[in-house]
């Protein structure tokens, strides 16, 4: 399996109206949202060196922190056969995430870390940022 770049990381924030204009000052901006406005998509603009993040209000009872780690790749469900050959405990098959457009499927590495491979192929469902 080739992983062809990081797609996005996921972050669980305490303030989501805070953290929007902490990473607007490292130069993202949001791009749409989801979920009544508790997820936000940050976007540097740039599809040839994209930098992407999806900021989730915590929930009662959730750490901040991050969620999970995308990486890209060509084709989800030639890489999940293949990961699923050498052994990786993929958590579903491959499947379309509506919201967000892509193509995905997750595993968690030997110690917990929540990872997943993806591939956009839809616009996402989520609103416009306005």
Known sequence: MKLMR???LDIVVSDLAKS???YRKW???PEGTIENGQT???FNGDDASPVRFELHQAQKG???GIDHVSFGVADVHAAYREGKYLGIPWKFEPKQNMQSGRTITNAFDPDGVHLQICKMTLRGEYNDWK
């Open 6 to 8: 990081m797609d996005h």
């Open 27 to 29: 130069g993202l901006t």
């Open 20 to 22: 929007v204009d902490f």
């Open 40 to 42: 936000v998509f940050m």
């Open 62 to 64: 959730q750490k901040p």
